[in-house]
């Protein structure tokens, strides 16, 4: 069974970076594509950014240009780098995985995703 956990959260100045890390357990990472998704309070959980198992990238257009996510599937980690960040990308912030997604990969809805962390919180504030 495939299990994931996020870590690399934490509280930023806006225009600040932050990199999140998924790592996996239980089974191979290149047997799966990764997707990150945000929620903030009071608002539906959301899209990010995901990566197919063969490496191709999709992202929301609120994060493009700003976030970039990368797989390492030797140490079996999927990388979310976030720069300029803003208040408005204050979240809790989830990573899961697809066993489907050779070529490319969904970042809505959140329903196409079968296993989930539990998730790790990004703070951007004065």
């Known amino acids: 069974q495939l299990q994931l956990v996020e870590s690399g959260g934490g509280l930023v100045q806006p225009g600040g970076s932050l990199r999140l890390s998924c790592a996996a357990s239980?089974?191979?990472?290149?047997?799966?594509?990764i997707g990150w998704f945000r929620q903030a309070p009071g608002k539906e959980r959301e899209g990010v950014s995901c990566i197919s198992k063969r490496g191709r990238t999709n992202y929301a257009a609120f994060v493009e240009g700003r976030f970039t996510i990368s797989r390492d599937n030797a140490k079996n980690t999927v990388y979310l780098q976030m720069n300029s960040l803003k208040p408005e990308d204050t979240a809790v912030y989830y990573c899961?995985?697809?066993?489907?997604?050779?070529?490319?990969?969904?970042?809505?809805?959140?329903?196409?995703?079968?296993?989930w962390g539990q998730g790790t919180q990004v703070s951007s504030e004065p």
């Open positions: 899961a995985a697809r066993a489907s997604g050779t070529y490319t990969c969904p970042i809505s809805p959140r329903e196409e995703y079968d296993y």
């Open positions: 239980g089974s191979t990472l290149d047997s799966y594509a």
